[in-house]
């Protein structure tokens, strides 16, 4: 599921989303806690508003959304820990599937194919206290444009989790396709927030 230009949204548009029918609980709460995840200095002031709602639904997954924060930043996020500990090995391969649009039709970005094939490199640090992201090797080149004009280049791709999980055998990222590591990878997701990913919801598996 892609969620572009998110920043000239109203935060709330998933909550009337999900009260006109248009969402489910699930997705709005994928969309909200997009929001809370790219814009930290608003979230604490935006779950206060949402556990607010009239929607005991939307409460709930106000109320999860806190919960998952809390355990991101009680998480073991040491890139060496993570190294000895994660099946996610140097030269290991996986294979990259769509979002959840891939369950009512094909994603885009897979150009007519079931999956990607990539090959792990290695994790490279975020930040300090950041999980680190998964540098992977493409089987090919990746060369294609959005609409709005963003395009999407490189043999190599950027893999970050979206939920609060661990490095396991599979799991939901954000995918951003490059052409080379970025010599600084936290400036990398300071200069490309929520929205400028090729694919917000892929499921990686080995």
């Not at 640090?125 to 280049?153: F, N, Q, W």
């Not at 990222?173 to 600084?184: C, N």
Request: charged share 25%.
């Amino acid at each position: 599921m892609q969620n572009k230009n998110s920043d000239k949204l109203d935060p709330l548009e998933p909550v009337y989303g999900y009260e006109r029918g248009l969402l489910t609980s699930g997705e709005m709460f994928d969309k909200l806690y997009g929001f809370c995840w790219a814009h930290p200095t608003e979230r604490d002031n935006f779950l206060s508003h949402l556990l607010e709602h009239p929607n005991k639904e939307v409460q709930k997954v106000a109320r999860e959304i806190r919960e998952m924060i809390r355990r991101t930043e009680e998480q073991n996020k040491d890139i060496d820990h993570i190294r000895r500990i994660s099946p996610l090995q140097p030269g290991v391969t996986l294979w990259l599937y769509g979002g959840y649009d891939a369950a009512y039709s094909a994603s885009w970005w897979l150009n007519g194919r079931a999956h990607y094939q990539a090959t792990f490199i290695d994790f490279v640090s975020c930040g300090a206290d950041k999980m680190p992201a998964a540098y992977v090797e493409l089987e090919e080149e990746i060369d294609m444009t959005e609409g709005s004009g963003l395009r999407h280049r490189g043999r190599y791709a950027l893999l970050k989790l979206f939920f609060v999980a661990d490095w396991d055998e599979t799991q939901t990222v954000q995918v951003h396709i490059v052409d080379a590591l970025p010599a600084d990878v936290e400036a990398f997701y300071s200069s490309h927030p929520f929205g400028t990913e090729i694919e917000s919801h892929a499921t990686y598996r080995l």
